[in-house]
């Protein structure tokens, strides 16, 4: 196959951190379809706006129905759609004062046949196609609203993945190829005035333009080459390197110029467009120690756990059970949670309570860590991801190692004292908006400070009460 002479450019950036010797999962990962028996979705937008119920227990939908919409019609926001045909079970209310979203609870019901719902797509001219998608794509593009394809004119696709546990392309493309081109293919029909970037790693340049050889896009892609530094998947750290303009994590980038997705979105995005219905499923890699139980299942979105690792047949007895990345994600304890358009990968990591032998002098033989210490760069072993805490929380010593691996440049020891001591005017002026929330800080502190949960605390007390003292930066990223 020919090589497509496609536009490459290398983007460095100072920071970041590098994880060798962990896991990568890269080719052969199956791709397993589950679809369960009940789902509870919730009723909100992608940014957590309430919706208006259009359904009633005992009504029968299909899968891609609308069941919530915007209780005004002005506000063009993006509806929740029935992820499973079924009928409604219950409607769930919030509980008074409580940040919970109403959730409708649908169980699965194939035996009745109705006519197909007005909201179903039907392929029937092109032009009313774009149109339609367009009012779910920013289900997949993380925007509460429906962006115009005339003010689109960057598309950026994201195929990079430096976790501790990577997913590379190859997996994600694994009999998901042909969903990815049609993607690809709609959003330069649809968005055709734009010009599409796809960010990855220099080691998978060679994947990208073999799947972009099938595509006739050279002369609108242009391939951004980031290195393997962790966050540079994170898609505030994207843009803002991409465009030359400060993103801020504390408001999400409305700009209707700029679309973002990943592989998954992407893949997903093809699926919809293959099936004529709205996009209903998420992509979810489930990353365990046995190497057999590794793999990627598409499910419906309201899915629980329970239901998942049922299927999948993974016992969590003895082990912790993480939503998103090692860095960044959370702990989920309750087996009945539900699982949103928000769950990006589970990782189900042994619980770890004691500690190794020397663990104070080798952090290095499990567990990466920016500490220089005795033998932890020295004994070339794969690094095996456990739950150990590896330390216990000591007083600031002042090092500076968070600012060295800060990808954004900021000085998280002095965030931190602002944030702690409820000085956000003065977080506000150090630039703490630029925070993208990858975690680097907590991860390198050798005193185990949590700065990454105390920054995270902080914006969000911004956002609801401070706002309004954020201002346009004049320097980039």
């Given at each position: 196959?020919?090589?497509?002479?496609v536009?490459?450019?290398?983007i460095?950036?100072?920071?970041?951190?590098?994880?060798?010797?962990?896991?990568?999962?890269?080719?052969?990962?199956?791709?397993?379809?589950?679809e369960?028996?009940?789902?509870?979705?919730?009723?909100?937008?992608s940014?957590?706006?309430?919706?208006?119920p259009?359904?009633?227990?005992?009504?029968?939908?299909?899968?891609?129905?609308?069941?919530?919409?915007?209780?005004?019609?002005d506000?063009?926001?993006?509806?929740v759609?029935?992820?499973?045909?079924?009928?409604?079970?219950?409607t769930v209310?919030a509980?008074?004062?409580?940040k919970?979203?109403?959730?409708?609870?649908?169980?699965?019901?194939?035996?009745?046949?109705?006519?197909?719902?007005?909201?179903?797509?039907?392929?029937?001219?092109?032009?009313?196609?774009?149109?339609?998608?367009?009012?779910?794509?920013?289900?997949?593009?993380?925007?509460?609203?429906?962006?115009?394809?005339?003010?689109?004119?960057?598309?950026?696709?994201?195929?990079?993945?430096?976790?501790?546990?990577v997913?590379?392309?190859?997996?994600?493309?694994?009999?998901?190829?042909?969903?990815?081109?049609?993607?690809?293919?709609f959003?330069?029909?649809?968005?055709?005035?734009?010009?599409?970037?796809?960010?990855?790693?220099?080691?998978?340049?060679?994947?990208?333009?073999?799947?972009?050889?099938?595509?006739?896009?050279?002369?609108?892609?242009?391939?951004?080459?980031?290195?393997?530094?962790?966050?540079?998947?994170?898609?505030?750290?994207?843009?803002?390197?991409?465009?030359?303009?400060?993103?801020s994590?504390?408001?999400?980038?409305?700009?209707?110029?700029?679309?973002?997705?990943?592989?998954?979105s992407?893949?997903?995005?093809?699926?919809?467009l293959?099936?004529?219905?709205p996009?209903?499923d998420?992509?979810?890699?489930?990353?365990c120690?046995?190497?057999?139980?590794?793999?990627?299942?598409?499910?419906?979105?309201?899915?629980?756990?329970?239901?998942?690792?049922?299927?999948?047949?993974?016992?969590?007895?003895?082990?912790?059970?993480i939503?998103?990345?090692?860095l960044?994600?959370k702990?989920?304890?309750d087996?009945t949670?539900?699982?949103?358009?928000?769950?990006?990968?589970?990782?189900v990591?042994p619980?770890?309570?004691?500690?190794?032998?020397?663990?104070?002098?080798?952090?290095?033989?499990?567990?990466?860590?920016?500490?220089?210490?005795?033998?932890?760069?020295?004994?070339?072993?794969?690094?095996?991801?456990?739950?150990?805490?590896?330390?216990?929380?000591?007083?600031?010593?002042?090092?500076?190692?968070?600012?060295d691996?800060?990808?954004?440049?900021?000085?998280?020891?002095?965030?931190?004292?602002y944030?702690?001591?409820?000085l956000?005017?003065?977080a506000?002026?150090?630039n703490?908006d630029?925070?993208?929330?990858?975690?680097?800080?907590?991860?390198?502190?050798?005193?185990?400070?949590?700065?990454?949960?105390?920054?995270?605390?902080a914006?969000?007390?911004?956002?609801?009460?401070?706002?309004?003292?954020?201002?346009?930066?004049?320097?980039c990223?």
């Amino acid at each position: 196959m020919d090589k497509l002479p496609v536009k490459q450019k290398k983007i460095s950036f100072k920071g970041g951190y590098r994880f060798n010797k962990f896991p990568i999962i890269d080719t052969n990962l199956p791709c397993k379809t589950f679809e369960p028996e009940y789902v509870s979705i919730p009723l909100c937008t992608s940014d957590g706006q309430q919706l208006k119920p259009q359904v009633r227990q005992g009504h029968f939908v299909r899968k891609g129905d609308i069941i919530a919409k915007p209780s005004t019609p002005d506000i063009n926001l993006t509806p929740v759609f029935a992820s499973i045909t079924g009928r409604i079970d219950n409607t769930v209310g919030a509980p008074a004062g409580s940040k919970a979203t109403d959730t409708i609870l649908i169980k699965k019901d194939a035996s009745t046949v109705v006519p197909s719902a007005q909201n179903t797509l039907s392929p029937i001219r092109q032009e009313c196609k774009i149109k339609q998608y367009l009012k779910y794509l920013p289900l997949l593009c993380g925007l509460p609203r429906i962006p115009s394809p005339a003010e689109v004119s960057h598309i950026f696709i994201s195929a990079v993945n430096i976790q501790p546990i990577v997913v590379g392309i190859n997996a994600w493309l694994h009999g998901n190829d042909q969903a990815a081109r049609t993607a690809l293919d709609f959003l330069r029909e649809c968005c055709a005035q734009s010009h599409i970037t796809i960010s990855c790693h220099s080691k998978e340049i060679r994947s990208i333009e073999k799947f972009l050889s099938l595509n006739n896009c050279k002369d609108r892609c242009t391939l951004a080459v980031f290195p393997e530094k962790y966050p540079s998947d994170n898609r505030y750290f994207q843009i803002g390197i991409l465009t030359g303009k400060p993103v801020s994590s504390i408001r999400e980038p409305i700009d209707p110029g700029y679309l973002f997705l990943d592989m998954r979105s992407l893949i997903l995005l093809g699926y919809a467009l293959q099936n004529s219905a709205p996009p209903t499923d998420i992509l979810v890699p489930v990353y365990c120690e046995d190497p057999d139980m590794r793999t990627i299942v598409k499910i419906p979105v309201g899915t629980s756990l329970e239901q998942l690792f049922s299927f999948l047949h993974i016992d969590v007895r003895g082990n912790r059970v993480i939503e998103g990345g090692l860095l960044t994600g959370k702990e989920i304890i309750d087996p009945t949670y539900i699982l949103t358009r928000s769950t990006e990968s589970l990782t189900v990591l042994p619980e770890k309570i004691t500690r190794s032998f020397l663990w104070f002098l080798r952090p290095g033989r499990n567990l990466d860590s920016y500490t220089r210490c005795f033998a932890s760069t020295l004994i070339p072993s794969e690094k095996k991801p456990t739950t150990g805490s590896q330390g216990s929380l000591r007083a600031c010593i002042n090092c500076g190692y968070c600012a060295d691996v800060c990808p954004v440049g900021l000085y998280p020891n002095v965030l931190y004292n602002y944030a702690t001591h409820d000085l956000l005017e003065e977080a506000i002026e150090k630039n703490i908006d630029r925070c993208v929330d990858c975690g680097l800080c907590t991860y390198v502190c050798p005193s185990k400070i949590p700065v990454a949960s105390a920054l995270y605390n902080a914006k969000q007390t911004i956002y609801t009460d401070c706002s309004h003292l954020i201002h346009n930066r004049s320097h980039c990223l």
